[in-house]
């Protein structure tokens, strides 16, 4: 039976995948909003990090930018750790704009951000890496 007759069904799109649901039945990995996480498309980080994490959001930092927001929550928890100071983009700055404040530096260049940035209904992650592999996958 395709998808558009299942009456009484729901449907839901998640990372291109569709999934079938019954409507009063959660989805058994389903456990509240799901996890953002903002990166490039193109970083291997970034996806080794969305397969792992099967049903979170992904934002695009170099077509979406960063929501100023979530920025200003993001530096207020890992301050200068949030600039990766070993990419290509940071090698390339003068330094009259390595002194910049980290937020106006983020907002011209988003690709200078350390990647993932991982929002867990308002908890943060940086980075990919065993701590944060083990708070968001038990």
């Known amino acids: ?19 079938v ?15 953002k996480l903002y990166g490039l498309k193109t970083c291997d980080t970034c996806r080794k990090a969305l ?3 099967e049903t979170a959001e992904f934002h695009d930092l170099r077509a979406d930018g960063l929501p100023k927001d979530v920025a200003r929550a993001a530096h ?21 704009d390595r ?5 106006a ?4 260049h988003p690709t200078l ?14 980075g990919w890496g065993k701590d944060t592999r083990a708070a968001l996958l038990g």
């Open 1 to 19: 039976m395709p998808l558009d007759d299942c009456t009484g069904y729901v449907k839901i799109k998640l990372n291109s995948v569709t999934r």
């Open 21 to 35: 649901q019954m409507p009063g039945i959660e989805a058994a990995n389903e456990r509240g909003p799901p996890v």
């Open 51 to 53: 397969k792992e994490l």
């Open 76 to 96: 207020a928890r890992f301050g200068s750790d949030l600039v990766n100071r070993r990419s290509t983009t940071w090698r390339q700055l003068s330094e009259a």
């Open 99 to 103: 002194s910049r404040d980290a937020l």
């Open 105 to 108: 530096l983020l907002a011209d």
């Open 113 to 126: 951000m350390k990647r993932p940035l991982i929002d867990d209904d308002g908890t943060l992650y940086l």
